[in-house]
Protein backbone atom coordinates (compact mmCIF):
# COMPACT_ATOMS: atom_id res chain seq x y z
CA UNK A 1 0.00 0.00 0.00
CA UNK A 2 1.22 3.33 -0.98
CA UNK A 3 -0.14 6.33 0.89
CA UNK A 4 0.35 10.45 -0.66
CA UNK A 5 3.36 11.42 -1.02
CA UNK A 6 4.60 14.92 -0.76
CA UNK A 7 7.74 17.25 -1.55
CA UNK A 8 9.11 20.83 -1.78
CA UNK A 9 10.75 21.46 -5.08
CA UNK A 10 12.20 24.51 -5.78
CA UNK A 11 13.38 25.76 -9.39
CA UNK A 12 14.48 29.14 -10.18
CA UNK A 13 13.56 30.57 -7.08
CA UNK A 14 10.03 29.34 -7.02
CA UNK A 15 8.49 26.73 -4.41
CA UNK A 16 6.53 23.85 -5.76
CA UNK A 17 4.65 21.21 -3.51
CA UNK A 18 4.80 18.06 -5.27
CA UNK A 19 1.57 15.84 -4.87
CA UNK A 20 2.02 12.09 -5.39
CA UNK A 21 -1.84 10.50 -5.52
CA UNK A 22 -1.85 7.46 -3.41
CA UNK A 23 -2.45 3.98 -4.77
CA UNK A 24 -6.09 2.19 -4.86
CA UNK A 25 -5.65 1.04 -0.46
CA UNK A 26 -3.33 4.14 0.51
CA UNK A 27 -4.41 7.10 2.42
CA UNK A 28 -5.49 11.28 1.39
CA UNK A 29 -4.41 13.66 4.08
CA UNK A 30 -6.54 16.79 5.16
CA UNK A 31 -6.00 19.64 3.19
CA UNK A 32 -6.27 22.30 6.33
CA UNK A 33 -3.17 20.17 7.81
CA UNK A 34 -1.08 21.02 4.49
CA UNK A 35 -2.92 24.72 4.54
CA UNK A 36 -1.15 24.61 8.25
CA UNK A 37 2.06 23.73 6.63
CA UNK A 38 2.61 25.93 3.79
CA UNK A 39 1.90 29.29 6.64
CA UNK A 40 4.47 27.98 8.60
CA UNK A 41 6.76 27.77 6.01
CA UNK A 42 5.41 31.38 4.82
CA UNK A 43 4.30 29.86 1.20
CA UNK A 44 1.00 31.74 0.70
CA UNK A 45 1.42 31.81 -3.37
CA UNK A 46 -1.07 29.38 -4.42
CA UNK A 47 -4.60 28.75 -6.10
CA UNK A 48 -6.50 26.95 -3.30
CA UNK A 49 -8.88 25.29 -6.05
CA UNK A 50 -6.02 23.94 -7.80
CA UNK A 51 -4.06 23.00 -4.35
CA UNK A 52 -6.94 21.08 -2.85
CA UNK A 53 -8.05 19.36 -6.29
CA UNK A 54 -4.62 17.84 -6.30
CA UNK A 55 -4.72 16.58 -2.92
CA UNK A 56 -7.98 15.17 -2.87
CA UNK A 57 -8.41 14.39 -6.34
CA UNK A 58 -5.27 13.85 -8.45
CA UNK A 59 -4.74 10.36 -9.65
CA UNK A 60 -1.02 11.38 -11.21
CA UNK A 61 1.87 13.65 -10.00
CA UNK A 62 0.99 17.16 -9.50
CA UNK A 63 3.41 20.34 -9.20
CA UNK A 64 1.66 23.12 -7.52
CA UNK A 65 3.14 26.77 -7.03
CA UNK A 66 3.22 27.94 -3.70
CA UNK A 67 5.75 31.05 -3.59
CA UNK A 68 9.01 32.34 -3.74
CA UNK A 69 11.87 30.60 -1.81
CA UNK A 70 15.73 31.71 -1.84
CA UNK A 71 16.09 28.87 -0.06
CA UNK A 72 16.30 25.48 -2.13
CA UNK A 73 16.86 22.96 0.54
CA UNK A 74 14.36 21.83 2.95
CA UNK A 75 14.63 19.23 5.80
CA UNK A 76 11.70 17.01 6.61
CA UNK A 77 10.28 17.84 10.31
CA UNK A 78 8.28 16.69 12.85
CA UNK A 79 5.61 18.54 15.21
CA UNK A 80 4.53 16.71 18.73
CA UNK A 81 1.09 18.20 20.40
CA UNK A 82 0.02 16.98 23.90
CA UNK A 83 -3.31 15.89 24.51
CA UNK A 84 -5.94 18.00 26.52
CA UNK A 85 -5.80 15.21 29.40
CA UNK A 86 -2.09 14.53 29.24
CA UNK A 87 -2.51 11.01 28.39
CA UNK A 88 -1.29 11.02 24.47
CA UNK A 89 1.29 12.67 22.26
CA UNK A 90 0.50 12.86 18.70
CA UNK A 91 2.87 13.55 15.73
CA UNK A 92 2.52 15.03 12.45
CA UNK A 93 5.24 14.64 9.61
CA UNK A 94 6.01 17.65 7.28
CA UNK A 95 7.30 16.95 4.10
CA UNK A 96 10.72 18.46 2.83
CA UNK A 97 12.57 18.79 -0.54
CA UNK A 98 14.60 15.86 -2.14
CA UNK A 99 18.15 16.80 -0.22
CA UNK A 100 16.70 17.35 2.50
CA UNK A 101 16.77 15.53 6.02
CA UNK A 102 14.56 12.91 6.00
CA UNK A 103 12.19 11.53 9.19
CA UNK A 104 14.07 9.80 11.80
CA UNK A 105 13.64 7.93 15.11
CA UNK A 106 15.75 10.83 16.54
CA UNK A 107 14.23 13.46 14.82
CA UNK A 108 10.81 12.35 16.39
CA UNK A 109 12.57 11.43 20.11
CA UNK A 110 13.67 14.90 19.79
CA UNK A 111 10.25 16.41 19.08
CA UNK A 112 9.12 14.31 21.46
CA UNK A 113 11.62 15.88 24.19
CA UNK A 114 10.91 19.40 23.20
CA UNK A 115 6.88 18.88 24.07
CA UNK A 116 8.27 17.58 27.20
CA UNK A 117 7.39 13.76 26.32
CA UNK A 118 9.06 11.58 28.93
CA UNK A 119 7.10 8.21 29.74
CA UNK A 120 4.86 6.03 27.40
CA UNK A 121 6.88 7.04 24.27
CA UNK A 122 6.02 3.72 21.53
CA UNK A 123 9.12 2.76 19.90
CA UNK A 124 7.55 0.00 17.85
CA UNK A 125 4.43 3.03 16.65
CA UNK A 126 7.71 4.90 15.83
CA UNK A 127 9.63 2.66 13.96
CA UNK A 128 6.70 1.52 11.84
CA UNK A 129 5.51 4.97 11.12
CA UNK A 130 9.07 5.56 9.90
CA UNK A 131 8.73 2.50 8.03
CA UNK A 132 6.23 3.86 5.99
CA UNK A 133 5.90 7.85 6.01
CA UNK A 134 2.29 9.42 6.17
CA UNK A 135 2.56 13.23 6.20
CA UNK A 136 0.28 15.64 7.27
CA UNK A 137 -1.64 13.53 9.67
CA UNK A 138 -1.62 12.70 13.46
CA UNK A 139 -0.17 9.43 14.64
CA UNK A 140 -0.03 8.62 18.15
CA UNK A 141 3.54 8.36 19.42
CA UNK A 142 3.06 8.22 23.32
CA UNK A 143 0.67 6.92 25.68
CA UNK A 144 0.40 7.49 29.30
CA UNK A 145 -0.76 5.31 31.89
CA UNK A 146 -4.40 5.47 32.87
CA UNK A 147 -5.72 5.45 36.06
CA UNK A 148 -7.11 2.05 38.03
CA UNK A 149 -9.58 2.95 39.68
CA UNK A 150 -9.38 0.46 43.16
CA UNK A 151 -13.19 -1.13 44.01
CA UNK A 152 -15.48 -0.31 46.97
CA UNK A 153 -15.77 -2.83 49.51
CA UNK A 154 -19.29 -4.65 49.05
CA UNK A 155 -21.20 -6.73 51.78
CA UNK A 156 -22.47 -10.52 50.60
CA UNK A 157 -25.22 -11.56 52.15
CA UNK A 158 -26.02 -15.49 52.70
CA UNK A 159 -29.53 -14.73 53.21
CA UNK A 160 -32.90 -13.37 51.05
CA UNK A 161 -32.29 -9.39 51.50
CA UNK A 162 -35.08 -8.58 49.18
CA UNK A 163 -38.48 -8.18 50.98
CA UNK A 164 -39.97 -8.46 47.37
CA UNK A 165 -38.68 -11.85 46.50
CA UNK A 166 -41.45 -13.53 44.79
CA UNK A 167 -41.69 -17.75 45.70
CA UNK A 168 -41.12 -20.10 43.31
CA UNK A 169 -43.51 -21.39 41.11
CA UNK A 170 -44.65 -24.96 39.56
CA UNK A 171 -44.60 -25.38 36.02
CA UNK A 172 -48.51 -24.43 35.77
CA UNK A 173 -47.91 -21.32 37.29
CA UNK A 174 -49.01 -22.23 41.05
CA UNK A 175 -47.28 -21.45 43.68
CA UNK A 176 -44.61 -24.42 45.38
CA UNK A 177 -46.05 -23.89 48.70
CA UNK A 178 -43.18 -26.87 50.18
CA UNK A 179 -40.49 -24.84 49.10
CA UNK A 180 -41.25 -20.95 48.81
CA UNK A 181 -37.49 -19.59 49.92
CA UNK A 182 -38.94 -15.99 50.99
CA UNK A 183 -38.10 -16.56 54.88
CA UNK A 184 -34.28 -17.04 55.37
CA UNK A 185 -32.94 -18.95 58.41
CA UNK A 186 -30.05 -19.60 59.99
CA UNK A 187 -28.34 -22.13 62.59
CA UNK A 188 -26.12 -20.92 65.37
CA UNK A 189 -22.39 -20.44 64.23
CA UNK A 190 -23.57 -19.61 60.55
CA UNK A 191 -21.95 -16.90 59.09
CA UNK A 192 -24.83 -14.87 57.67
CA UNK A 193 -22.80 -11.87 56.27
CA UNK A 194 -19.34 -10.61 55.16
CA UNK A 195 -17.44 -7.95 53.76
CA UNK A 196 -15.37 -8.46 51.01
CA UNK A 197 -13.02 -5.84 51.50
CA UNK A 198 -12.36 -2.48 48.88
CA UNK A 199 -9.31 -3.05 46.41
CA UNK A 200 -6.86 -0.35 46.32
CA UNK A 201 -6.53 1.31 42.23
CA UNK A 202 -3.23 2.16 41.05
CA UNK A 203 -1.53 5.06 39.87
CA UNK A 204 -1.54 6.38 36.24
CA UNK A 205 0.81 8.38 34.77
CA UNK A 206 0.47 10.98 32.08
CA UNK A 207 3.20 11.61 28.96
CA UNK A 208 4.67 14.14 30.75
CA UNK A 209 5.76 11.22 33.39
CA UNK A 210 3.42 13.33 36.13
CA UNK A 211 1.59 10.71 38.45
CA UNK A 212 -1.90 10.63 39.12
CA UNK A 213 -3.80 9.03 42.30
CA UNK A 214 -6.49 6.63 41.64
CA UNK A 215 -9.81 7.36 43.88
CA UNK A 216 -9.57 5.78 47.15
CA UNK A 217 -12.22 3.29 47.34
CA UNK A 218 -14.92 3.15 50.06
CA UNK A 219 -14.96 0.67 52.46
CA UNK A 220 -17.60 -1.56 53.21
CA UNK A 221 -19.76 -1.37 56.55
CA UNK A 222 -22.22 -3.85 58.00
CA UNK A 223 -24.36 -2.69 61.23
CA UNK A 224 -25.16 -5.80 63.76
CA UNK A 225 -28.23 -6.10 64.97
CA UNK A 226 -29.68 -8.19 67.50
CA UNK A 227 -28.98 -12.07 67.56
CA UNK A 228 -25.59 -11.97 65.53
CA UNK A 229 -21.96 -11.07 66.30
CA UNK A 230 -18.53 -10.02 64.16
CA UNK A 231 -15.94 -12.80 64.32
CA UNK A 232 -12.36 -12.05 65.36
CA UNK A 233 -11.31 -10.61 62.38
CA UNK A 234 -14.24 -8.15 62.33
CA UNK A 235 -15.14 -8.59 58.57
CA UNK A 236 -18.10 -11.70 59.01
CA UNK A 237 -20.97 -11.80 60.89
CA UNK A 238 -22.39 -15.05 62.68
CA UNK A 239 -25.82 -16.01 64.17
CA UNK A 240 -25.78 -16.21 67.65
CA UNK A 241 -28.26 -18.09 67.99
CA UNK A 242 -30.72 -20.25 65.24
CA UNK A 243 -33.55 -18.19 64.22
CA UNK A 244 -35.01 -16.06 61.04
CA UNK A 245 -32.03 -13.97 59.51
CA UNK A 246 -33.35 -10.84 57.69
CA UNK A 247 -32.26 -7.14 57.05
CA UNK A 248 -34.14 -4.32 58.52
CA UNK A 249 -33.22 -0.59 57.88
CA UNK A 250 -29.38 -1.77 57.06
CA UNK A 251 -28.66 -3.65 59.93
CA UNK A 252 -28.47 -7.66 60.09
CA UNK A 253 -31.19 -9.07 62.33
CA UNK A 254 -31.79 -12.37 64.00
CA UNK A 255 -35.27 -13.43 65.35
CA UNK A 256 -35.56 -16.20 67.30
CA UNK A 257 -38.81 -18.46 66.18
CA UNK A 258 -41.35 -19.68 68.25
CA UNK A 259 -42.40 -23.01 67.31
CA UNK A 260 -45.91 -24.67 68.12
CA UNK A 261 -46.07 -28.27 67.08
CA UNK A 262 -49.97 -28.29 66.68
CA UNK A 263 -52.74 -26.18 66.23
CA UNK A 264 -53.49 -22.39 68.09
CA UNK A 265 -56.76 -23.22 69.88
CA UNK A 266 -57.59 -23.90 73.30
CA UNK A 267 -54.56 -26.06 74.38
CA UNK A 268 -52.26 -22.96 73.27
CA UNK A 269 -54.28 -19.97 73.67
CA UNK A 270 -53.89 -16.85 71.69
CA UNK A 271 -50.22 -16.35 70.83
CA UNK A 272 -48.20 -12.96 71.36
CA UNK A 273 -44.75 -13.21 69.68
CA UNK A 274 -41.42 -10.99 70.16
CA UNK A 275 -39.79 -12.74 67.13
CA UNK A 276 -40.99 -15.26 64.54
CA UNK A 277 -43.91 -17.98 64.69
CA UNK A 278 -43.83 -20.75 62.79
CA UNK A 279 -47.24 -23.30 63.77
CA UNK A 280 -47.22 -27.33 62.73
CA UNK A 281 -50.97 -26.82 62.97
CA UNK A 282 -53.98 -24.72 61.48
CA UNK A 283 -54.66 -21.29 63.45
CA UNK A 284 -58.56 -22.46 64.71
CA UNK A 285 -61.40 -19.91 64.88
CA UNK A 286 -61.36 -16.62 66.96
CA UNK A 287 -57.83 -17.31 68.28
CA UNK A 288 -54.98 -14.76 67.14
CA UNK A 289 -51.21 -14.46 66.57
CA UNK A 290 -49.26 -11.48 66.71
CA UNK A 291 -45.39 -11.71 66.06
CA UNK A 292 -42.81 -9.18 65.65
CA UNK A 293 -41.20 -10.74 62.69
CA UNK A 294 -42.55 -13.64 60.20
CA UNK A 295 -45.56 -15.98 60.64
CA UNK A 296 -45.05 -18.98 58.89
CA UNK A 297 -48.22 -21.77 59.29
CA UNK A 298 -47.81 -24.78 57.67
CA UNK A 299 -52.32 -25.37 57.93
CA UNK A 300 -54.79 -23.23 57.38
CA UNK A 301 -56.42 -20.51 59.03
CA UNK A 302 -59.87 -20.32 60.01
CA UNK A 303 -62.21 -17.26 61.02
CA UNK A 304 -58.94 -15.60 63.08
CA UNK A 305 -56.61 -13.04 63.53
CA UNK A 306 -52.99 -13.43 62.15
CA UNK A 307 -50.97 -9.75 62.31
CA UNK A 308 -46.85 -9.94 61.64
CA UNK A 309 -44.39 -6.88 61.35
CA UNK A 310 -42.87 -8.97 58.42
CA UNK A 311 -44.26 -11.60 56.09
CA UNK A 312 -47.39 -14.42 56.68
CA UNK A 313 -47.32 -17.69 55.24
CA UNK A 314 -50.25 -19.48 55.20
CA UNK A 315 -49.51 -22.76 53.06
CA UNK A 316 -53.09 -24.08 53.67
CA UNK A 317 -55.09 -21.19 53.04
CA UNK A 318 -57.97 -18.96 55.14
CA UNK A 319 -61.10 -19.38 55.23
CA UNK A 320 -62.51 -16.68 57.31
CA UNK A 321 -66.30 -16.81 57.55
CA UNK A 322 -65.98 -12.67 57.30
CA UNK A 323 -64.57 -12.16 60.26
CA UNK A 324 -61.08 -13.76 59.20
CA UNK A 325 -58.14 -11.26 59.36
CA UNK A 326 -54.44 -11.29 58.06
CA UNK A 327 -52.28 -8.26 58.17
CA UNK A 328 -48.29 -8.05 57.37
CA UNK A 329 -45.49 -5.46 57.52
CA UNK A 330 -44.13 -7.18 54.21
CA UNK A 331 -45.61 -9.76 52.09
CA UNK A 332 -48.37 -12.17 52.59
CA UNK A 333 -48.26 -15.30 50.64
CA UNK A 334 -51.67 -17.94 51.27
CA UNK A 335 -53.03 -21.05 49.18
CA UNK A 336 -56.22 -19.40 49.40
CA UNK A 337 -58.28 -16.25 50.37
CA UNK A 338 -61.70 -17.04 50.93
CA UNK A 339 -64.25 -14.69 52.87
CA UNK A 340 -61.22 -13.05 54.77
CA UNK A 341 -59.56 -9.52 55.07
CA UNK A 342 -55.84 -9.40 54.21
CA UNK A 343 -53.43 -6.15 54.06
CA UNK A 344 -50.02 -6.48 52.97
CA UNK A 345 -47.45 -3.43 52.82
CA UNK A 346 -45.71 -5.83 50.39
CA UNK A 347 -47.23 -7.61 47.72
CA UNK A 348 -49.75 -10.44 48.15
CA UNK A 349 -49.64 -14.00 46.04
CA UNK A 350 -52.00 -16.56 46.24
CA UNK A 351 -54.10 -19.48 43.69
CA UNK A 352 -58.02 -17.89 44.41
CA UNK A 353 -59.74 -14.81 45.99
CA UNK A 354 -63.29 -15.64 46.94
CA UNK A 355 -65.59 -12.87 48.91
CA UNK A 356 -62.63 -11.09 50.34
CA UNK A 357 -61.36 -7.97 50.61
CA UNK A 358 -57.35 -7.75 50.08
CA UNK A 359 -55.31 -4.60 49.94
CA UNK A 360 -51.36 -4.78 48.95
CA UNK A 361 -48.88 -2.05 49.26
CA UNK A 362 -47.31 -3.18 45.60
CA UNK A 363 -49.16 -5.69 43.69
CA UNK A 364 -51.40 -8.59 43.85
CA UNK A 365 -50.58 -11.84 41.70
CA UNK A 366 -53.40 -14.72 41.63
CA UNK A 367 -51.77 -17.39 39.61
CA UNK A 368 -51.87 -21.07 39.75
CA UNK A 369 -53.85 -23.62 37.95
CA UNK A 370 -57.52 -21.47 38.65
CA UNK A 371 -56.14 -18.07 39.57
CA UNK A 372 -59.48 -16.71 40.21
CA UNK A 373 -60.70 -13.91 41.63
CA UNK A 374 -65.10 -13.93 42.58
CA UNK A 375 -66.65 -11.06 44.41
CA UNK A 376 -65.56 -9.06 46.97
CA UNK A 377 -62.64 -5.88 46.87
CA UNK A 378 -59.34 -6.40 45.60
CA UNK A 379 -56.64 -3.25 46.25
CA UNK A 380 -53.21 -3.10 44.77
CA UNK A 381 -50.66 0.09 44.01
CA UNK A 382 -48.90 -1.27 40.89
CA UNK A 383 -51.00 -4.03 39.29
CA UNK A 384 -53.52 -6.56 39.85
CA UNK A 385 -52.80 -9.98 37.79
CA UNK A 386 -54.93 -13.06 37.68
CA UNK A 387 -56.39 -15.89 35.50
CA UNK A 388 -59.83 -14.88 35.43
CA UNK A 389 -61.86 -12.16 37.47
CA UNK A 390 -65.62 -11.63 38.36
CA UNK A 391 -68.42 -14.21 38.66
CA UNK A 392 -72.11 -14.29 36.62
CA UNK A 393 -73.75 -15.14 39.87
CA UNK A 394 -73.60 -13.30 43.43
CA UNK A 395 -71.95 -10.11 44.26
CA UNK A 396 -69.64 -8.00 41.77
CA UNK A 397 -66.14 -7.96 41.61
CA UNK A 398 -64.19 -4.39 42.01
CA UNK A 399 -60.85 -4.24 41.23
CA UNK A 400 -58.76 -1.15 42.32
CA UNK A 401 -55.47 -0.22 41.41
CA UNK A 402 -53.45 3.30 41.46
CA UNK A 403 -53.55 6.02 43.83
CA UNK A 404 -55.67 5.35 47.45
CA UNK A 405 -59.00 7.39 47.69
CA UNK A 406 -57.36 8.52 50.89
CA UNK A 407 -53.72 9.95 49.32
CA UNK A 408 -55.92 11.71 46.58
CA UNK A 409 -57.92 13.54 50.11
CA UNK A 410 -55.26 13.83 51.81
CA UNK A 411 -53.99 16.14 48.60
CA UNK A 412 -56.93 18.16 48.46
CA UNK A 413 -56.82 18.78 52.10
CA UNK A 414 -53.18 19.74 51.98
CA UNK A 415 -53.64 21.88 49.06
CA UNK A 416 -56.45 23.73 50.67
CA UNK A 417 -54.50 23.88 53.91
CA UNK A 418 -51.12 25.42 51.98
CA UNK A 419 -53.13 28.15 49.74
CA UNK A 420 -54.90 29.29 53.54
CA UNK A 421 -51.57 29.20 55.35
CA UNK A 422 -49.47 31.22 51.95
CA UNK A 423 -52.36 33.78 52.06
CA UNK A 424 -52.00 34.34 55.25
CA UNK A 425 -48.04 34.50 55.20
CA UNK A 426 -48.17 36.99 51.88
CA UNK A 427 -50.10 39.60 54.40
CA UNK A 428 -47.39 39.29 56.84
CA UNK A 429 -44.57 39.39 54.40
CA UNK A 430 -46.64 42.95 52.95
CA UNK A 431 -46.59 44.30 56.09
CA UNK A 432 -43.13 43.70 56.92
CA UNK A 433 -41.78 44.59 53.55
CA UNK A 434 -43.82 48.01 54.09
CA UNK A 435 -42.67 48.71 57.23
CA UNK A 436 -38.87 48.25 55.95
CA UNK A 437 -39.05 50.44 53.34
CA UNK A 438 -40.78 53.18 55.72
CA UNK A 439 -37.80 53.43 57.90
CA UNK A 440 -35.29 53.73 55.48
CA UNK A 441 -37.39 56.80 54.29
CA UNK A 442 -36.53 57.81 57.43
CA UNK A 443 -39.75 57.73 59.16
CA UNK A 444 -39.86 57.62 62.82
CA UNK A 445 -41.95 54.83 64.84
CA UNK A 446 -42.30 53.75 68.67
CA UNK A 447 -40.57 50.98 70.06
CA UNK A 448 -43.98 49.03 70.72
CA UNK A 449 -44.58 49.56 66.74
CA UNK A 450 -40.73 48.51 66.29
CA UNK A 451 -41.12 45.54 68.59
CA UNK A 452 -44.47 44.44 67.02
CA UNK A 453 -43.38 43.82 63.69
CA UNK A 454 -39.76 42.39 64.70
CA UNK A 455 -42.37 39.66 66.48
CA UNK A 456 -44.39 39.93 62.64
CA UNK A 457 -41.28 38.92 60.80
CA UNK A 458 -40.22 36.28 63.71
CA UNK A 459 -43.58 34.85 62.91
CA UNK A 460 -42.92 34.88 59.34
CA UNK A 461 -40.00 33.42 58.87
CA UNK A 462 -41.29 30.24 61.71
CA UNK A 463 -44.48 29.44 59.56
CA UNK A 464 -42.41 29.43 56.40
CA UNK A 465 -40.49 26.66 58.39
CA UNK A 466 -43.45 25.06 59.62
CA UNK A 467 -45.04 24.71 55.88
CA UNK A 468 -41.25 22.95 54.61
CA UNK A 469 -42.83 19.50 55.85
CA UNK A 470 -46.26 20.14 53.85
CA UNK A 471 -44.96 21.32 50.75
CA UNK A 472 -42.39 18.11 50.75
CA UNK A 473 -45.50 15.68 51.09
CA UNK A 474 -47.36 17.57 48.37
CA UNK A 475 -44.19 16.66 46.16
CA UNK A 476 -44.60 13.52 47.26
CA UNK A 477 -48.10 12.99 46.64
CA UNK A 478 -48.00 14.31 42.93
CA UNK A 479 -45.08 11.70 42.31
CA UNK A 480 -47.05 9.21 43.36
CA UNK A 481 -49.96 10.29 41.17
CA UNK A 482 -47.42 10.09 37.85
CA UNK A 483 -46.53 5.91 38.83
CA UNK A 484 -50.22 5.63 39.93
CA UNK A 485 -51.55 6.42 36.36
CA UNK A 486 -48.96 3.64 34.96
CA UNK A 487 -51.31 1.00 37.19
CA UNK A 488 -52.84 -1.85 35.55
CA UNK A 489 -54.98 -5.24 35.51
CA UNK A 490 -54.24 -7.79 33.83
CA UNK A 491 -56.67 -10.69 32.97
CA UNK A 492 -55.07 -13.96 31.64
CA UNK A 493 -58.82 -15.61 30.74
CA UNK A 494 -62.24 -14.30 31.43
CA UNK A 495 -63.72 -11.16 32.70
CA UNK A 496 -67.20 -11.16 33.70
CA UNK A 497 -69.91 -8.40 33.09
CA UNK A 498 -70.82 -6.29 36.24
CA UNK A 499 -67.02 -6.30 37.19
CA UNK A 500 -65.80 -3.32 38.15
CA UNK A 501 -62.15 -1.83 37.60
CA UNK A 502 -60.72 1.47 39.21
CA UNK A 503 -57.78 2.73 38.28
CA UNK A 504 -56.62 6.13 40.78
CA UNK A 505 -59.62 7.78 40.11
CA UNK A 506 -61.58 6.23 37.10
CA UNK A 507 -64.30 3.87 37.01
CA UNK A 508 -65.08 1.24 34.46
CA UNK A 509 -67.65 -1.78 34.11
CA UNK A 510 -67.44 -4.54 32.54
CA UNK A 511 -71.00 -4.66 29.94
CA UNK A 512 -69.53 -7.80 28.44
CA UNK A 513 -67.20 -10.82 28.92
CA UNK A 514 -63.90 -9.81 27.74
CA UNK A 515 -60.77 -12.45 27.38
CA UNK A 516 -57.19 -11.87 27.52
CA UNK A 517 -57.40 -8.01 28.67
CA UNK A 518 -55.40 -5.29 30.23
CA UNK A 519 -57.27 -2.67 31.47
CA UNK A 520 -54.93 0.59 31.75
CA UNK A 521 -55.73 4.78 32.26
CA UNK A 522 -55.18 6.16 29.07
CA UNK A 523 -56.82 9.55 27.70
CA UNK A 524 -58.37 10.07 30.84
CA UNK A 525 -60.18 7.09 30.59
CA UNK A 526 -59.98 3.30 31.47
CA UNK A 527 -59.25 1.30 28.52
CA UNK A 528 -58.63 -2.03 27.20
CA UNK A 529 -55.14 -2.54 25.76
CA UNK A 530 -53.66 -5.68 24.59
CA UNK A 531 -51.95 -8.07 26.32
CA UNK A 532 -47.98 -7.75 26.06
Same mark, same amino acid.
Given at each position: ?324 ? /? @?? +? #? %?????? =? ?5 ? &??? *?? $? ?88 ? /? @?? +? #? %?????? =? ?5 ? &??? *?? $? ?70
Amino acid at each position: MKNQKFEIVVQEKIAYLKVLPPDEDGQRVDVQQVLYFLGKKEFNDYNLKELTSAINDATEEKLIKVGASEQEKFDESVDCDIAFDKMSAKCIFYPGSKTGKKISKEMIMAALSSSKVSYGIMDDAIDKAIKNIVYFKEIVLARGKEVEDGKDGKVKYYFNTNPSHRPRQKADGSVDYKNLDTISQAKKGDVVAEIIKEVEGTPGVNVLGEEKAPKAPNPATITAGNGVSFNEEGDKLVADFTGHISLDKGAVVMSEVYEVASDVDNSTGNLSYAGSVTIKGNVTSGFSVTANGNIEIEGMVEDAYIEATGQVIIKGGIVGKGKGV /I @KA +G #E %NVIVKY =IESAKVI &AKG *YI $ETDIILNSDVSAGIDVRVSGKKGIINGGIVRASRYVEANGIGTSMGSPTTIMVGLDPKVREELSMLTQNLAEKEEELEKIKVTVTNFSSR /I @KK +G #E %NFSKDK =ILYVQKL &ALV *YK $EQQKALSPMRERLEEIKAEMKEADKSYVVVSGDVQPGTIIIISDLRYTVKSSTAHSKFVKRDGEVRIAGMD
